[in-house]
């Protein structure tokens, strides 16, 4: 028993100073560290690739005019603004700008925002203030027609040179709404139709 009571006795020292060693302390799941990034994702000079700033349309419709509406719930989406873009400048000519944004907010709710914030104008024609079932799900509002002579004193949309389209759509997929702003020159017509 002396052999196997030495074996016992040998184990345990030898626990004790790899634990001892080793620095071990007790920790806490509040105490660990967050994964490092993906080595793949970072650049061959070996650091991380810039992010860029953020764009934010808000400051560019606002120069336009601070009277311009926008859903508080949408963000602005730059791959959806570089692919409309396309669209746009082919329908509305090549001076033609949009901002697009978008939402997980229910089309009903988005439509209610903005046809009662027109609502204020007496230029708006009054509209239902749910979208009616039967509608296409999509709104249409030139802006600089609509936000004239308003009810309540403020700002009306007097921009001379640029014309501001408001294009509101539920779509099939995520996100659930998109708010497009489409910015043309004054003399531009409504739609380019191509040549014959």
Known sequence: MGKGAGVMTGALVLIMILSGCTGAQEGSAAEEQLP????????????????????????QLKALSP??????????????????????????GQGSE????ATDDSFPQVYH???????????YPSQPPYPPPQNWRTLEVQLNQAMQDPFIPGD????????VLL??????????????YIITPAGAGRRQV???
Do not use: C, H, W
């Open 36 to 59: 490092k990034k993906n080595p793949i994702a970072t650049s061959s000079a070996g650091t991380a690739p810039q992010q860029e700033p953020q764009f934010d349309p808000k400051q």
């Open 67 to 92: 009277a311009i509406p926008i859903y508080a719930g949408a963000k602005y989406r730059d791959d959806l603004t570089r692919r409309d873009s396309v669209m746009i400048k082919n329908q509305y």
């Open 98 to 101: 949009v901002y697009t944004l």
């Open 113 to 123: 925002y903005y046809t009662t914030y027109l609502a204020q104008f007496r230029a």
């Open 156 to 163: 009306t949309l007097k921009t001379t040179d640029k014309q």
């Open 167 to 180: 294009q509101v759509a539920e779509t099939e997929a995520e996100p659930k709404t998109v708010i497009r």
């Open 194 to 196: 191509a040549a014959k």
